[in-house]
């Protein structure tokens, strides 16, 4: 008993002593007067590399707790907004709370018609409750994959990771995000999903030879993935979407695709090169879900592997995959006047 004591109150010593040591960052993240929640706001200490990592709350409000003194370089980025990045560093002294609000750049859009902020909102947040009964099989007891799928939406860490590029590949990434992405491969009709699996709604079609998806709001709207046994042509020839073959690691499906070309972007602005590799892992949970993870690995852009995680929800039965001619109904290049 007394031992335990001694341990309680070298902790209540401990504790006090350690915050001392450290300072705090907090504030508000804000689009014109209003809260931006679920913006990622993270701080980098200059001298050591090390990066502190929050995320607002539904009013906007974050807090960097715990942080060594010292200068710290403060981004944040938000879903559809151009992302921040405080002019000067931000000294952090020892046992100070320093007030740092945020102030989000135009929304990628500039809140358009339908590719306004509350359109895109409803589009992700009025999908039904999916079903949460046992995961379906085919005949030959593979997990069935088949099904119309809304768009996987991010689990696992409160702030997602961001591709980690090299100088050449930041610095392009910046101007683009600079001039508004006005030169998207999605701006000019073209195609733009580097994985397999969109964000909007996909139609699986699993056999036992062959996956294919139908993708919404793509081009040029399906992907193709050999699951007969072959390997990847040696002589392949770069194209928008590669080539993709898979095979069963048990109850999950490992799709392995490569020979892209340079012309789309990972993410929102990245660049990458012909050495782009993506595996995507799809996993269904039960009858309603879908979890998929995508690794992106460039050693030509990226200093490391870029990684991804989502749960993708069983559609609604009268949903559907619509056309999506984008080169007849193209508004969007008279807007994009750039910086």
């Avoid at 401990?14 to 209003?34: D, H, K, R």
């Avoid at 902020?117 to 999916?130: K, W």
């Avoid at 099989?137 to 990771?161: H, Q, Y």
Wanted: hydrophobic share 35%.
């Amino acid at each position: 008993m007394r031992s335990m004591i001694f341990v309680l109150c070298v902790l209540s010593l401990v504790s006090p002593l350690y915050s001392q040591n450290t300072g705090t960052i907090t504030g508000f993240a804000t689009y014109t007067g209003g809260p931006v929640s679920n913006t990622a706001v993270q701080a980098r200490n200059l001298d050591t590399g090390a990066v502190h990592a929050a995320t607002a709350n539904l009013l906007g409000n974050y807090t960097l707790s715990q942080l060594p003194a010292g200068k710290y370089q403060i981004t944040a980025t938000s879903f559809g907004f151009k992302p921040y990045e405080r002019a000067d560093a931000v000294v952090v002294t020892v046992g100070q709370t320093h007030k740092i609000d945020i102030p989000m750049g135009d929304f990628i859009s500039l809140d358009t018609l339908g590719e306004d902020r509350i359109s895109i909102g409803r589009m992700f947040l009025s999908r039904p409750a999916a079903p949460t009964g046992p995961v379906p099989r085919t005949a030959d007891g593979k997990p069935d994959l088949s099904g119309l799928w809304n768009g996987p939406l991010p689990v696992g860490a409160a702030t997602p990771e961001m591709p980690d590029m090299l100088p050449w590949a930041e610095a392009i990434s910046k101007q683009r995000v600079h001039d508004n992405l006005k030169d998207a491969p999605s701006a000019r009709c073209l195609p733009f999903n580097v994985a397999p699996i969109s964000g909007f709604l996909n139609r699986i079609v699993q056999a036992p030879d062959i996956l294919v998806v139908i993708v919404e709001y793509d081009i040029p709207g399906y992907r193709q993935v050999y699951l007969d046994g072959r390997s990847h042509p040696k002589d392949l020839e770069p194209s928008w979407t590669g080539h993709s073959i898979g095979k069963w690691d048990g109850d999950t499906l490992v799709i392995d695709t490569v020979g892209y070309n340079e012309k789309t972007w990972l993410g929102e602005s990245s660049p990458h090169t012909t050495q782009l590799h993506v595996t995507t892992r799809l996993r269904r949970i039960d009858s309603g879900h879908l979890e998929i993870e995508a690794t992106f690995d460039d050693p030509g852009a990226l200093k490391k592997p870029w990684k991804t995680k989502g749960v993708a929800s069983l559609a609604a039965p009268t949903d559907e995959i619509f056309d999506f001619i984008c080169n007849e109904n193209n508004q969007d290049v008279e807007h994009l006047v750039g910086k």
